[in-house]
């Protein structure tokens, strides 16, 4: 199971987390993204989640504004890799409770980190949801000088009742 | 979930980012970003320093901004401060920066390298879990370098963190991917092999990957996992669905692991232990069993997960090939998927089907599935859903089903997705091919795809139709009535009108007998359609009017009417031109004898891969045509009747083997004639295969490449600070290149990289062995380095040298083509006549011609030529154009010999134009059947009185190629010529031909030439 690359996107194409398992070059990632957006929008909704784009396989699926899509080589799993999608979808909504597409680019880095720790080099590394959160919440519980953020009030309410 | 420090205290960046958010535009983003940038390039230059704070959110802001799709060039090394923070968070962020934006800047890495270093060496989980997780998420080979020889220690390890060693697991496999050759085996991988049996699950799926990966480029040393995989697998597929606790996933155990334990199964042939093949039995069953049992729940993550590990149980079924019982009923399961409500499953079954019916144990089985199949391509809404289907029918076809799928392509083409037509259209006609036990059947179908999706044929397709017609003489009759009955459609697709008119050209005379289709009709009916047609398209049709002047003497008047007609002889086009002119004169200074020798029918073509198949290859890779040697035995048989022609080789068998490889000739030709286009798809894999940016291959170095194509030594490329010098010595298949490079300059070189690129089909071709040199190249210095060469097969494109250095603070980047050209490697040989002859009649392909026609750039000078000729070095000239120039003495001899006054201008004219590319697909099947191979064997035996015209033809052909002269200049310098030119020596192309008497027909001393010029002159 190699993934080649992930990328989140919203409905109106803005790339909201991009992950690079291969070496490519800066001009040729943001040619795939034009690309993959493109294609993977222009989909129908009851469409299947796999399409063949250049010689990989792209496994695409939509959690309510956001589209996450993987790219995958010709041997591997399909269906597994959907089901790699929702456990991140599911390590991300455990952690930020409830997640929406804001949480992602308020807190990118944050969405980086439980993905290196659910994927690293484009192979699963841990399916426990226990021991993923647990590692970032062990690096959370690390870290000094908190400071609330009284500020989300004022990026105008989408989230409530979080603190 | 407790609210932890989401955002961890940010907010300068939280501001920042609803401020972006908030820009109504893209230039005030962009207006916003610069201004950020401006703000943070001013903190990290003010004198105050930073806190670790500060510097977090900066950098953090960076990496925002860098991920908006902006450039960043500065915040580097901040970051890299970052790495040696105490602070978690601090370090954190650091390490996510250079994940994303690596710089190959080697003392940034030095940097990096020593954090990382640091770290793990820290015996702090959290902090190794960061180091190992930098490393794999970059991936680079400085990184390897470094810490390949530790990683593995890490993995091993007694005391290791199970967290760690995942973690050490896939940084491994990433590295091993990236740089295999720096990631030694030893020790450990046996141990890493036992982690298969470890009591945490996490670390079985994260060293399961790893040990698939190593396991395919070593199997015996990783033979070990097979029966450990398969205990892990058993008790994973027999365990309750709450065993496993967390690694249950709604309701599957393990599936991720699952799936990864089935793949690296699948590296490996059945188990020969009859105990481990018969446990694996049970829990490939098992997997099977329970996809027949109810769901334990309703949610699709249920059925994905456990249907995941029922397909990947389905390709290992597939991949031993060895167990009936279980393919089959792989097969029905996948069958009943095929009807399943979830477009995805639908959608694996079809491809899945598709490897299962190349099984001979299940692909009776998957034919049950048919009407099925064909429903999905009726009905399916997904475009990649039916393509699937179509994959699936092709995969599917044999000879009792040919009829019925064909026919539902055929039908589906009409409304098919206009991006999957092509590759439908290809399909049909092989498979109409492959499965005609009816040729009668053949032609019909490939008539409706013309007629159907004319637009999406391709040359290939109806080249291949005309090809089989012409090999199978009981078809040739129906062909040419089914056409012509086509052909009175009132509008018809143009491929139809190149179909038709070729195959009445060739066998009109079939059903000229009818008065309905008498030859009068036939030639008005191809010619209505003339005017609408493409200039090849009518290029086509002259040649056809020309056969019909030979097979119908009736209509030779209205044809050379036509012919005669301005629009045709006075044609902008110069190809229509030309022919007009010369089949008009053909028509009238030919006696009928010569015309129908001329003009005679199509011999066979050789039988060869299908062009098509070659195609859909291409198009599809080769994993799509796993029938293809069947293919090509059924073809063989069916199409001609006989089996394929022995192989070159065998009859070369008794010359020296040097000579088989030069005169064997791969498809490639020579790599002096090479054109440019080479270098366009060169610079191409350049760019895709390096990492670091390759500049452009540097102005002017392409005049320079080509100096040394007959060269050795000299000087490759020079601007105001470089210059590259070359020494070279070649024997037999390996050579020795010095380069030398210069420094002009008065300052040092630093960081002095030079670098061999070669193409990725290079690669296997050419060895390329060289050491690195001083990356310092002190001011007015010359270093120089040795490259060894070794030539494995022929190749085509040459290898670049790139070239990086610093000079005085900037930059500098200059490629240059390595002059490494194939005829480097040229060895002379030595051969019979008889066996020249043997090894000429096998060159038949059109890929083993070439003409190019071009402007001389030089006037004529004999004496230059002369000195040309002798020294007979150029290498310029290849085996192509002297095949090009037997054809020619051919021509003038067929000419020649039968006509009582010699044309000579026509005998120009035809030689002039004889090879290149005409209406058939093959270029050499035309000239061929103008020149028949008997002819040269005849010419050999009288040529005597011919070598004179012989050299006459071989003086400006040798002449043009070499860009002294142009085809069509007088023979008045021929008499100098022929008086001169001594034999055995005249033609000598660097090692294809020792001695003129070895291959050409040009025999006798200098004293029988001077006694032959009156036969010259007699011909003018």
Known sequence: MAMQFMLLFSRQGKLRLQKWYVPLSDKEKKKITRELVQTVLARKPKMCSFLEWRDLKIVYKRYASLYFCCAIEDQDNELITLEIIHRYVELLDKYFGSVCELDIIFNFEKAYFILDEFLLGGEVQETSKKNVLKAIEQADLLQENRIRITARVSMGGLRKNLY | ?1020
């Open chain 2, 1 to 1020: 979930m407790p609210a932890v420090s989401k955002g961890d205290g940010m907010r300068g960046l939280a501001v920042f980012i609803s401020d972006i958010r908030n820009c109504k535009s893209k230039e005030a983003e962009i207006k916003r970003i610069n201004k950020e940038l401006a703000n943070i390039r001013s903190k990290f230059k003010g004198d105050k320093a930073l806190d670790g704070y500060s510097k977090k959110k900066y950098v953090c802001k960076l990496l925002f901004i860098f991920l908006l799709g902006h450039d960043i060039d500065f915040g580097h090394m901040e970051a890299v401060n970052l790495l040696s923070s105490n602070r978690y968070t601090e370090k954190q962020i650091g390490y996510l920066f250079i994940s994303v934006l690596v710089n190959s800047n080697s003392e940034l890495i030095r940097l990096i390298n020593n954090a990382i270093k640091n770290d793990l060496a820290s015996r702090n989980p959290t902090f190794m879990g960061l180091a190992l997780h930098c490393i794999a998420n970059v991936g680079s080979r400085e990184m390897a370098e470094a810490f390949a020889g530790e990683i593995p220690k890490i993995l091993v390890a007694g005391d290791t963190m199970d967290s760690v060693k995942q973690s050490a697991a896939l940084c491994l496999l990433r590295l091993y991917r990236a740089s295999p050759d720096l990631v030694p085996m030893g020790d450990w991988t046996s141990r890493v092999v036992h982690l298969l049996n470890d009591q945490h699950l996490g670390v079985v799926t994260a060293a399961t990957s790893l040990i698939t990966t190593l396991a395919q480029k070593n199997p015996e040393e990783f033979k070990t996992s097979v029966s450990l995989a398969v205990s892990r697998l058993s008790r994973i597929v027999t365990s309750a669905s709450t065993d496993l606790q967390d690694y249950t996933y709604y309701f599957v155990p393990a599936p991720w692991l699952s799936v990864k334990l089935l793949r690296l199964l699948q590296c490996y042939p059945p188990p020969e232990d009859p105990a481990v093949r018969g446990r694996l039995t049970e829990c490939l069953e098992t997997i099977l069993n329970k996809a027949q049992e109810p769901p334990k729940s309703k949610k699709v993550q249920h059925s994905n997960a456990k249907n995941a590990v029922l397909f990947e149980a389905i390709s290992l079924i597939i991949h031993h090939d060895s167990e009936p019982n279980l393919l089959v009923r792989a097969c029905n399961q996948l069958g009943q998927f095929l009807q399943h409500r979830e477009t995805n499953l639908r959608y694996l079954a079809l491809e899945s089907m598709c490897t299962l019916a190349s099984s001979e144990f299940s692909h009776e089985a998957v034919k049950t599935h048919i009407d099925t199949v064909i429903n999905a391509l009726k009905t399916e809404r997904d475009v990649s859903v039916r393509q699937r289907a179509v994959d699936l029918l092709y995969a599917m076809c044999d000879r009792s089903n040919a009829q019925q799928i064909v026919a539902e392509m055929l039908s589906y083409l009409e409304t098919a997705d206009y991006s999957i037509r092509e590759e439908i259209v290809l399909k049909v006609a092989i498979l109409a091919e492959k499965y005609a036990v009816d040729y009668t059947w053949y032609v019909d179908t490939i008539l409706n795809l013309i007629r159907i999706a004319g637009d999406y044929v391709s040359e290939e397709v109806w080249y291949r139709v005309i090809q089989i017609v012409i090999n199978r003489d009981d078809v040739q009759g129906y062909a040419a009535k089914t056409v012509f009955e086509a052909l009175q459609a009132p509008a018809c697709h143009e491929n139809l009108v190149k179909v038709g008119g070729y195959i009445l050209g060739e066998f009109g005379n079939l059903i000229a007998g009818d008065p309905r289709s008498s030859p009068l009709i036939q030639f008005d009916l191809l010619h209505s359609k003339f005017h609408l047609c493409s200039v090849p398209t009518r290029a086509l049709l002259l040649s056809t009017y020309i056969k019909f002047v030979n097979l119908f003497p009736e209509v030779k008047t209205t044809i050379q009417d036509v012919l005669r007609s301005d629009s045709q002889l006075k044609n902008a086009d110069v190809e229509l031109q030309q022919r007009a002119v010369e089949y008009l004169r053909l028509s009238s200074v030919a006696s009928t004898d010569i015309l129908a020798t001329v003009l005679e029918e199509m011999p066979p073509f050789p039988e060869r891969e299908s062009s098509i198949l070659a195609k859909l290859k291409k198009k599809k890779g080769p994993s799509t045509v796993t029938d293809l040697e069947e293919a090509k035995r059924e073809r063989s048989v069916d199409v001609n009747g006989a089996p394929e022609p022995a192989p070159a080789s065998a009859s070369a068998a008794s010359t020296p083997s040097p000579s088989a490889d030069l005169l064997g000739l791969g498809a490639a030709p020579p790599a002096p004639t090479g054109p440019p286009p080479s270098a366009g798809g060169l610079l191409v894999d350049v760019f895709s295969d390096s990492a670091s940016a390759v500049a452009p291959l540097a102005p002017g170095s392409e005049d320079n490449f080509a100096r040394f194509v007959c060269k050795n030594n000299g000087v490759l490329f020079e601007n105001q600070l470089l210059q590259i010098g070359l020494k070279s010595e070649f024997r037999q298949n390996l050579g020795r290149m010095f380069i030398f490079y210069g420094n002009k300059t008065s300052t040092q070189f630093l960081n002095f990289t030079p670098t061999l690129i070669c193409a990725d089909d290079l690669q296997a071709n050419l060895n390329l062995q060289t050491k690195p040199v001083d990356p310092t190249v002190d001011g007015g210095a010359q270093v120089q380095q040795v490259v060894n060469i070794e030539c494995v097969s022929d190749f085509t494109e040459a290898p670049v040298l790139n070239i990086q250095f610093r000079y005085g603070g900037t930059f500098q980047n200059v490629s240059v083509k390595l002059p490494i050209t194939l005829n480097k490697f040229f060895q002379p040989t030595e051969m019979a006549s008889q066996d020249f002859f043997q090894r000429w009649k096998q060159l038949s392909n059109p890929q083993q011609e070439v003409q190019s026609i071009f402007k001389a750039k030089h006037p004529m000078d004999t004496e230059i030529t002369k000195a040309k000729l002798l020294l007979g070095r150029s290498s310029d000239l290849g085996q192509h154009s002297l095949k090009k120039l037997i054809l020619t003495l051919q021509t003038l001899w067929a000419l020649a010999s039968s006509t009582p006054k010699p044309p000579r201008l026509d005998a120009c004219c035809v030689w002039s134009r004889i090879c290149k590319l005409r209406c058939t697909g093959s270029r050499c099947a035309q000239a061929r059947t103008l020149f028949p191979r008997g002819y040269v064997t005849y010419c050999r035996s009288s040529f005597n009185p011919m070598q004179a015209v012989g050299l006459c033809v071989l003086f400006p052909c040798v002449s043009a190629t070499l860009g002294d002269h142009t085809a069509h200049s007088t023979m008045e310098h021929l008499s100098t010529c022929t008086s001169s030119l001594g034999p055995g020596r005249g033609w000598d192309t660097k090692g294809l031909l020792t001695g003129t008497t070895a291959g050409l027909p040009v025999q006798g001393g200098p004293g029988s030439m001077k006694s032959r010029q009156p036969v010259v002159q007699s011909t003018n």
